[in-house]
């Protein structure tokens, strides 16, 4: 097993336990994005947003984690 493996399957099992969580950082992050933007780039960071919270939802192989 390779260390990425072993990161991938860290970060897959706290995305299961605080998915929730993670879905709100990364909301909060995107937000934080907009603000300092002005909004220039909001359909960016929105996109973005959804693409990360679909790759880490994603990790095991499940679409069930985040919101």
Request: aromatic share 2%.
């Amino acid at each position: 097993m390779s260390v990425f493996d072993n990161m991938k399957d860290q970060v897959s099992k706290q995305v299961d336990e605080h998915g929730e969580q993670v879905g709100q950082g990364v909301d909060k992050a995107g937000d934080l994005l907009d603000e300092r933007t002005g909004g220039q780039y909001a359909d960016r960071v929105d996109q973005g947003q959804d693409a990360l919270k679909n790759g880490l939802d994603g990790l095991d192989g499940q679409d069930d984690d985040i919101s």
